[in-house]
């Protein structure tokens, strides 16, 4: 059952829950994303919670399959962390600190530039922040190989701009409110993941849940988005910003918002020679013809 976020918070405080971590992290990000160019935040109507599931042992999160922003909709379809058949989240605080997470994430996918052209009625998108793509639909960036610790490819760096982002916020929100890792090994590894606090042993920890095959999917999806996202990201600012991590962070988010790389791209130059941007991203074929039937 999926219902806007504004019905979803309404309901938890009609039943007792205190929403006060969410709302005021949702103004930490709003103060923050109007610094980058940000003018307006996802609407909390266009945001979907999934919870009161019918399948049994079903349980939700960020890490849960198919949750994300759908771009054509302008729609963040999310669920609620934790076990997913009740009404209410089973540990408030930790649900709504992951609520947050995906919420600022998903803000940062809604107010990234986009352009769209009409290729045989169907709109297709040709360009999303700092990435392209050709009506062809050639991309402007390759894969990065699998098992890579290191990314070459746009849509990692804005996944993981976008996450790191979250996480900041929700960490600063987990403080401010004085929210403490649970004792229990998922939940530590959830606080750990929402907060952007996951040790280095932790991305690499098997959990085993017997009892529940679908946390234990969810504690191995959490793992591979760390491992294919967030560390591939921060490789990525220690590797072409050493030291000046936080303000390439900046740049590129403003960048997304704008969709101008030009800033950007001379950033980058001053520090790695002229035609960095294009020389790290744009794969060779890019501009090949488009093979026609």
């Known amino acids: 059952m999926f219902r ?9 405080e009609a039943d007792g829950i205190d929403t006060t971590p969410f709302r005021a992290g949702v103004e930490i990000a709003g103060h923050r994303y109007a610094g980058y160019g940000l ?7 266009r945001v979907l919670v999934g919870c009161e599931s ?26 609620m ?24 994430h998903d803000c940062l ?36 190989q699998r098992g890579s610790h290191h990314t070459r490819n746009l849509g990692i760096v804005m996944e993981g701009a976008c996450d790191k982002e979250a996480r900041i916020i929700t960490r600063q ?9 649970p004792s229990d090994v998922l939940g530590a590894l959830v606080f750990r993941d929402v907060t952007g606090t ?9 959990v085993d849940v017997p009892e529940s095959e679908e946390q234990t999917r969810y504690a191995a999806a959490l793992s591979g988005y760390e491992k294919g996202v967030n560390r591939r990201y921060s490789h990525f600012l ?30 980058l130059d001053e520090r790695h020679g002229p035609g960095t941007f294009l020389g790290l991203f744009r794969t060779p074929g890019y501009f090949d013809p488009a093979l026609t039937a």
């Open 238 to 267: 220690e590797e072409f910003a050493p030291g000046e991590e936080n303000e390439c962070h900046t740049r590129l988010l403003a960048a997304m918002i704008s969709g101008d790389v030009a800033a950007l791209g001379t950033w």
């Open 173 to 181: 929100a987990a403080g401010q409110f004085g929210v403490t890792e």
């Open 54 to 79: 019918s399948r049994i042992g079903a349980f939700g999160g960020f890490h849960h399959p198919d949750q994300g922003y759908r771009h054509l909709q302008m729609v963040a379809v999310i669920t």
């Open 109 to 144: 996918h809604y107010g990234s530039r986009r352009r769209y052209v009409e290729v045989a009625g169907v709109p297709v998108r040709t360009q999303y922040g700092i990435n392209y793509r050709r009506a062809s639909g050639q991309s402007y960036s390759a894969a990065d």
């Open 198 to 206: 996951l040790m280095e042993e932790d991305a690499g920890r098997v």
């Open 4 to 12: 806007p976020l504004s019905e979803t918070l309404s309901a938890w």
């Open 39 to 45: 003018a307006e935040m996802l609407p909390l109507d």
């Open 81 to 104: 962390c934790g076990p997913m058949e009740g009404r209410n989240p089973e540990r408030p605080t930790l649900a709504l600190l992951d609520l947050l997470r995906a919420y600022a």
